[in-house]
Nanobody, 126 residues
Framework: QVQLVESGGGLVQAGASLRLSCAVS????????MGWFRQAPGKEREFVGS????????RYADSVKGRFTISRVNANNTIFLQMNSLKPEDTAVYYC???????????????????WGQGTQVTVSS
């Protein structure tokens, strides 16, 4: 069973930066394609970005391109979401998602993922 634990959320002002982390249990992290999603109150969960198991491929939602960056350190079983130039509309609970796969790709659909973290709250004030 894979377990994911997010951290790094908080309350910041518009224009600030935050870095979220997601620690993943297990010994074969290099086989895990990873993603970040978010859900704002009253809204559907939406894709933020993803990174392939090798780290070679990344994908981002248009709303965060140029502001957010996903990275991973396979030796530490951890992925990161660096969020810069935060806006009030980025306020949401952010979830880490995990797909164990032989394929090296960056999935964008939530149905593609097998495991989810509990989420971390990000609040951006104007």
């Amino acid at each position: 069973q894979v377990q994911l634990v997010e951290s790094g959320g908080g309350l910041v002002q518009a224009g600030a930066s935050l870095r979220l982390s997601c620690a993943v249990s297990g010994r074969t992290f290099s086989t895990h394609n990873m993603g970040w999603f978010r859900q704002a109150p009253g809204k559907e969960r939406e894709f933020v970005g993803s990174i392939s198991r090798s780290g070679r491929f990344t994908r981002y939602a248009d709303s965060v391109k140029g502001r957010f960056t996903i990275s991973r350190v396979n030796a530490n079983n951890t992925i990161f979401l660096q969020m810069n130039s935060l806006k009030p509309e980025d306020t949401a609970v952010y979830y880490c998602a995990d797909l164990v796969s032989a394929a090296d790709y960056a999935p964008a659909r939530d149905v593609d993922y097998d495991y989810w973290g509990q989420g971390t709250q990000v609040t951006v004030s104007s």
